[in-house]
């Protein structure tokens, strides 16, 4: 009897002994990393961030258990997906670095994946350290970032052409590399095409606006989402006027040229005839000035055609 009591004693302390482990094992990979969205970010649903690029966003089929997409920002021509199997709670923060102080939104991740497309093969190629993996036909690289996993991977949906999309799906270490190999395989890879999103139409050719106008197409353009997120962040801003030729590509992007506001009637020869013609609303925010938004309006019927950001540097004096 008393053999039999030691016996399971011995049982109990091993078992005992196992579980701490494992827990222990669990404890010691963190189970979020810790990542910032920036304020100029602009979030969106699925649906009007593939009309904001001129391609379909794609996105994993498969994802662990519990875990989908909960939120999706757009900021220029990336692509950002929140993943979680909960809440995502942000805090405004304030970050000094080398390039001075701004305000951000920093959170606890768990998953998440940045897409972009290039028109032409990304330049150098995919040479970054860590472990080779295998994709469907494509390569990729996954670096050990200390708290989480990052899968770089650039899939080309058809090898005869240079356009290739540039993917990152980073991870807590929660997850094993087989779990991000296995969700980035997932990803259906086709070539973007164009989207239903039609631009607005713009003017034909630039006129002399008058100040009421002028002041109009300001109004419009700091209630986008981007620039009401800068001046949450930047506070004090000044604005310039230029004009802006959109025309979409044969990629089903945009392509733009910017001229003089002055140049009303010696319009740049080089801009296409078929090009429509839009009041660029330039925001300089900051004091001094760390942020170039520049928002282009059709005066006549207040449509906003595009949004775009620029980092200003500080030269010291």
């Known amino acids: 009897m008393a053999s039999f009591d030691l016996k399971k004693r011995a ?18 990979r963190p189970a979020t990393f810790t990542d910032v969205l920036e304020l100029s970010v602009q979030r969106v649903t699925l649906t009007e961030a593939s009309e904001a690029v001129s391609w379909e966003i794609p996105v994993p089929t498969y994802l662990p258990k519990g875990y989908e997409i909960k939120e999706v920002y757009l900021q220029g021509s990336s692509i950002r997906l929140l993943i979680s199997d909960g809440l995502i709670e942000k805090e405004l923060v304030t970050h000094t670095d080398a390039t001075g102080t701004r305000q951000r939104y920093e959170y606890q991740s768990k998953m998440e994946m940045r897409i972009s497309w290039h028109s032409q093969s990304v330049a150098g190629g995919l040479k970054l350290p860590g472990d080779r993996v295998n994709i469907g036909e494509a390569q990729g690289v996954i670096l050990d970032a200390g708290d989480h996993y990052d899968l770089w991977w650039q899939p080309r949906p058809d090898p005869q052409q240079p356009g290739q999309y540039e993917m990152v799906l980073s991870a807590s270490k929660l997850f ?4 991000l190999v296995r969700i980035t395989e997932s990803v259906p890879i086709v070539a973007p095409s164009a989207t239903p999103a039609q631009l607005p139409v713009g003017m034909e050719k630039p006129r002399w606006l008058t100040d009421a106008e002028k002041a109009k197409v300001v109004e ?5 989402p981007e620039a009401k997120a800068a001046r949450d962040s930047y506070g004090a801003y000044r604005t310039a006027f230029s004009w802006e030729a959109i025309k979409k590509n044969e990629s089903g992007g945009l392509s733009l040229w910017g001229f003089d506001y002055e140049m009303v009637d010696n319009i740049p020869v080089n801009i296409p005839k078929d090009a429509g013609i839009f009041l ?3 925001i300089y925010f900051g004091e001094p000035e760390r942020l170039l938004m520049r928002v282009a309006v059709n ?3 207040g449509e906003v055609a595009n949004v775009e950001s620029h980092g200003l540097k500080i030269i010291p004096e």
Request: charged share 20%.
């Open 11 to 28: 049982w109990l302390i091993l078992s005992f002994v196992v579980v701490a482990f494992l827990v222990s094992g669990c404890q010691g």
């Open 176 to 179: 094993s590399k087989d779990d």
């Open 220 to 224: 419009i353009a700091l209630k986008t």
């Open 280 to 282: 660029r609303v330039e």
């Open 299 to 301: 005066p006549d019927t």
